[in-house]
């Protein structure tokens, strides 16, 4: 690509990724509500709120793809949500529609199906099951996305990430964790595929214990190499088991199934 745009630059998964941007794009524009530091050679920084329809416009131009990370990333209040995972995605695809459609990593989450249980195996065709309202914007999120791809040829992946980080931080991580070279060798084989319509994709590395069934992406070409199983020991010497009730060890989606509606101020 000419030039990249990434959203959410300065969260956790923005920063891990940031450097390995160079070796998809010449110029890689960062973005955020939040501060990024200083740009190096290759990048641009615009520092704006992704509810901010007439700041999106100006983002997206010149851009031909999107890795949007930029978004509320855990359960929160609903008029945050609402602002950056709602609004914040309408203006985004609206941005894109006005600039010639640059490809689109959307990264929604597992808590788009958080309710079903750990010992059921699913693929995309399994209905929605939202374990909170951050859930259910990840839902408006894909929802959106296809509408884009159906009425305008917007072309998205919809990346249902599961636990992206350095390692697993807990046992349910073993079956959600995908690790940093996995996505971004997905973020290589989104933006490469001569064409990649606008499907679901599990965002989990090749984990022993996963969930998860990508078979219907083959055509993506996208092998994750890594796999948490290698994390077990260490996570068993450092911490407890969840008990066989708690929501860490019910749900998918974990803890967020017990997460409360957050309160307005
Ligand atoms: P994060 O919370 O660390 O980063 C999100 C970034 O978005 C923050 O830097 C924040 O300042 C920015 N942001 C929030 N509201 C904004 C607004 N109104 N305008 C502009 N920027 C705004 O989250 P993380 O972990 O880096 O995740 C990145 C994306 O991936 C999020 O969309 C999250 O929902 C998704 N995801 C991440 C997973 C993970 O394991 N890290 C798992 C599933 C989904
Ligand atoms: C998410 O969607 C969150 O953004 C991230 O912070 C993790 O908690 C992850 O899911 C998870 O389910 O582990």
């Not at 600039?99 to 689109?104: A, D, K």
């Not at 948490?228 to 969840?242: Q, S, T």
Request: charged share 25%; aromatic share 10%; proline share 5%.
């Amino acid at each position: 690509m000419k030039r990249l745009l990434m959203t959410g630059a300065a969260g956790g998964l923005g920063r891990a990724m940031r450097q390995r941007m160079a070796r998809h794009a010449d110029v890689v524009r960062l973005s955020d509500i939040a501060d990024m530091g200083d740009a190096a050679p290759h990048e641009e920084i615009v520092q704006c709120d992704l509810g901010n329809a007439d700041a999106v416009m100006k983002l997206v131009e010149g851009c031909d793809g999107i890795l949007h990370l930029g978004g509320i990333s855990v359960e929160d209040k609903f008029s945050k949500i609402l602002n950056a995972n709602l609004l914040g995605l309408y203006n985004l695809y609206e941005a894109a529609r006005a600039h010639g459609h640059p490809r689109i990593l959307f990264a929604s989450s597992n808590h788009t199906i958080g309710f079903y249980r750990q010992d059921q195996h699913i693929d995309v065709t399994a209905p929605m099951r939202p374990d909170g309202l951050y859930g259910v914007s990840k839902c408006f999120g894909e929802a959106l996305a296809r509408m884009y791809f159906e009425k305008f040829g917007q072309e998205s992946a919809l990346v249902r990430i599961g636990s992206c980080m350095e390692k697993p931080k807990n046992h349910r991580m073993l079956s959600t964790w995908m690790s940093y070279d996995d996505f971004d060798s997905m973020i290589e084989c989104i933006f490469r595929a001569p064409m990649l319509g606008c499907p679901v994709i599990w965002g989990v590395s090749d984990n022993d214990s996963k969930w998860w069934d990508n078979s219907h992406a083959a055509y993506l070409g996208w092998r994750p190499k890594d796999n948490a199983e290698r994390f077990r020991a260490e996570l068993d010497a450092a911490m407890e088991k969840p008990g066989p009730n708690a929501a860490l060890s019910l749900y998918q989606g974990g803890a967020f199934a017990e997460d409360p509606i957050f309160p307005e101020d």
